[in-house]
């Protein structure tokens, strides 16, 4: 019964912010609130996990000022569990942490519940979807990378598709609710493979704000 109520959902966009203008950022976000987009995904980098420094705290509270849609927050940093308080007083509504990142992660996951979030967890490319079959059942959503984390306009990993597949399957057999999100290299080509092969939600940033008409890209996501 429920994983009918999954696979008859209609699936949800995300415009990555990374890839946007940051000298026209409430411009971008009207844009967005006015726009087919479901969530708004925020990526924090440390410059340590990844080889990348985006934006932080005061930033986040800034754009949860101006956005009407969910903030979903993608935290590529060394110890995001640190962090939980800060995230939920920032506005998040999803908190993606990375599996590479959390020895602890089922306790991570609790405290992110806890905090009133949603959880995720995030796979790198290298990162087997089979590492999740103890723990898929307890997260919200399962963000698999299909660029390695860091930077926005990178080129979709092919083999993305057969992890999303074999995380369909299992999230199928143990009649969980788990959503999978995708992130990386998503355009309208690979934003339909990754649909048919088990996706609910797409994360776009270049193939969105690198465009003349982003609200336009954003509702041809929305019709794949
Ligand atoms: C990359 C980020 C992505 C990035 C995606 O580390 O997690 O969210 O903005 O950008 P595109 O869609 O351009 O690959
Ligand atoms: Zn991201």
Not at 147 to 172: T, W
Not at 196 to 215: K, M, Q, S, Y
Request: hydrophobic share 45%; glycine share 6%; with cysteine.
């Amino acid at each position: 019964m429920h994983n009918l109520i999954l696979e008859d959902m209609t699936h949800k966009i995300a415009p990555s912010l990374l890839s946007a203008d940051f000298g026209n950022l409430q411009a971008t976000i009207e844009m967005v609130n006015q726009s087919e987009a479901d969530w708004l995904h925020l990526d924090i980098m440390d410059g340590v996990f990844v080889p990348n420094i985006s934006f932080g705290f005061p930033v986040m509270k800034y754009i949860k000022k101006i956005s009407t849609k969910p903030l979903d927050v993608h935290l590529m940093i060394t110890d995001p569990t640190k962090f939980i308080y800060e995230i939920k007083e920032s506005g998040a509504y999803m908190m993606n942490v990375h599996y590479e990142t959390c020895v602890h992660l089922h306790r991570t996951i609790e405290q992110i519940k806890q905090n009133g979030m949603k959880a995720g967890v995030t796979l790198n490319p290298h990162t087997p979807v089979s590492l999740l079959e103890d723990i898929v059942q307890d997260v919200d959503m399962v963000l698999i990378m299909s660029v390695n984390p860091g930077f926005g306009g990178q080129k979709f990993i092919e083999h993305s598709i057969e992890k999303i597949k074999a995380l369909k399957e299992m999230i199928l057999r143990k009649n969980a609710h788990t959503l999978i999100e995708v992130d990386g290299g998503i355009n309208l080509n690979t934003g339909k493979r990754v649909l048919e092969a088990g996706a609910d939600i797409l994360v776009a940033g270049n193939a969105i704000f690198n465009t003349e008409n982003p609200t336009q890209i954003i509702s041809e996501f929305k019709a794949l």
